[in-house]
């Protein structure tokens, strides 16, 4: 029987994409931080969608979670045909602001949980192929991003990251895909800065649930790169367009918007 395993599960984007792949009678095995209800939400889907779900418990950023989450898998004997790396966290602030362990923190579970997790589950996706791949990145990852240079840096790698893989993958039956949302309102921080950055922020704002559909149908029909909403694709054309020192004013005047509110 095959699963569909999703970090970052058990709210926001997370939870959305396990719900969007319970719809499609897709089973989901639901990664998350432990105290954070997901033998209820297992519970749910599996009533919701008659699907097959579980769920593990643990901080991504720990150096051998992802090792763990790839033993639990094995001794449950779960075939995972589809990865899902969506956690995840960001920030706005001045770099000189941040503590060290903040930085180490969102390096760890931005950059370091997914690529440990992609590392230990390609040779379970090839075995279960044709698979999939879907890395959660951001439209931050194509601009450099002020107040929020070490996110956007996480997110950067990421994007890089999953389209060397795709071709590296391709000829194995594992189609890798790239997702970079625009501003995304999952929780009450996000939504307000959401409403404090301005107009590049507003303009990008698609519905959580719209992000998670469009995410996991793209993904399961081949797409390489998705950005939902179509006003975040023409807006990421234009500013790519812009002279690059036009582009810092129009992305410095947004984040510094959120700093004065």
């Not at 081949?222 to 975040?232: C, D, E, L, Q, T």
């Amino acid at each position: 029987m095959k699963y569909t395993l999703i970090t970052g599960a058990s709210q926001g984007m997370g939870l959305e994409m396990a719900r969007e792949c319970a719809s499609l009678g897709r089973n989901v095995l639901l990664i998350s931080l432990p105290k954070e209800n997901l033998n209820n939400l297992c519970e749910n889907l599996r009533d919701e969608f008659n699907i097959q779900t579980d769920f593990y418990e643990i901080d991504l950023t720990g150096g051998k979670s992802a090792e763990e989450i790839f033993k639990w898998v094995k001794k449950n004997n779960y075939s995972i045909d589809f990865l899902i790396n969506n956690a995840g966290f960001g920030g706005v602030g001045p770099f000189e602001d941040y503590t060290l362990a903040y930085v180490e923190k969102m390096i760890d579970l931005n950059i370091k949980a997914t690529t440990r997790m992609t590392h230990f589950f390609i040779p379970e996706l090839k075995k279960n192929s044709p698979s999939f791949i879907l890395n959660n990145a951001s439209m931050i990852a194509n601009f450099p991003c002020p107040y929020k240079s070490v996110y956007a840096a996480s997110k950067v790698y990421v994007k890089y990251f999953t389209e060397a893989l795709r071709i590296e993958l391709m000829s194995f039956g594992i189609s890798v895909s790239l997702l970079q949302p625009g501003a995304t309102p999952t929780n009450e921080i996000v939504k307000n800065q959401i409403k404090k950055g301005g107009f590049l922020a507003r303009v990008s704002v698609t519905e959580t649930h719209e992000v998670a559909k469009k995410a996991v149908r793209n993904t399961l029909k081949g797409r390489p790169v998705i950005i939902p909403g179509w006003k975040n694709r023409m807006s990421l054309r234009f500013l790519k367009i812009l002279p690059y020192s036009l582009l810092q004013i129009v992305i410095l005047r947004s984040y510094k918007s959120m700093q004065k509110n």
